[in-house]
């Protein structure tokens, strides 16, 4: 399962139900329990967005670490032919950095996204699912 950047925020930035059932989930994947991956640009979304919300440079690069170097998480590169193969999903109406997502996933033979971005509901082959 590819994990989208507003999983690791709501666990590193939010309370509530939402918030703990991603925190519950990322600590199923540091058991290995279950499977998951992401990508380093799903890791800069998460640095900017934890930076520009706490106003902290040190909590921001701590907390992005902890989720970096999440055991069981694999973090995949981003390259030319993941962005060449996003944009066919960029054509199908996804955001530029939601179809490297995509394209990544799909690289690692991986279907499913954990997100609570709805977007990716209109790609084919894709299943989204929140926690």
């Known amino acids: 399962m590819f994990v989208d950047a507003n999983i690791f ?3 590193a930035l939010s309370s509530g139900p939402k918030a703990d059932r991603c925190r519950e989930f990322l600590a199923k994947v540091e058991k290995g329990e279950q499977r998951a991956i ?4 799903v890791l800069d979304e998460v640095l900017k967005v934890i930076e520009g919300t706490t106003h902290s440079r040190e909590k921001a690069a701590a ?3 902890r989720f970096a170097t999440l055991p069981n998480l694999k973090v995949c590169e981003v390259t030319r032919e993941h962005f060449i193969d996003s944009l066919e999903f960029f054509r199908q109406g996804l955001q530029p950095r939601d179809a490297l997502h995509v394209a990544v996933a799909r690289s690692n ?3 499913k996204m954990l997100s609570y971005d709805k977007d990716f509901d209109a790609i084919r082959g894709i299943k ?3 926690p």
Do not use: D, F, Q, W
């Open 63 to 65: 907390k992005t670490k």
């Open 109 to 111: 033979s991986v279907e």
């Open 9 to 11: 925020m709501a666990a």
């Open 128 to 130: 989204r699912l929140e």
């Open 38 to 41: 992401t990508s380093v640009l």
